[in-house]
């Protein structure tokens, strides 16, 4: 984080096409995918369920 390479921390969580998707959100939302990135079902963020929901529902969930 602090020697400037806090993008190669999240590599595994993006997808193609994943700054237009996150573009689209408002501020107050967040993406749920599912299965969880966490599993081994998930492990592939393009290939999972992605949807937009509420911070507040993603906060109470985790």
């Given amino acids: 984080m602090l020697d400037?390479?806090?993008s190669?921390?999240?590599d595994d969580l993006r997808?193609?096409?994943?700054?237009?998707?996150?573009a689209a959100?408002?501020?107050a939302q967040g993406?749920?995918?599912f299965p969880f990135p966490f599993t081994a079902e998930g492990r592939d963020p393009?290939?999972?369920s992605r949807r937009p929901v509420p911070i507040a529902?993603?906060?109470r969930l985790h």
């Avoid at 997808?15 to 996150?22: C, D, I, L, S, T």
């Fill in 46 to 48: 393009g290939a999972v």
């Fill in 4 to 6: 400037g390479s806090l």
């Fill in 8 to 10: 190669s921390v999240f």
């Fill in 25 to 27: 959100l408002t501020p």
């Fill in 31 to 33: 993406l749920s995918l």
């Fill in 15 to 22: 997808w193609p096409g994943w700054e237009a998707e996150v």
């Fill in 57 to 59: 529902e993603l906060l």
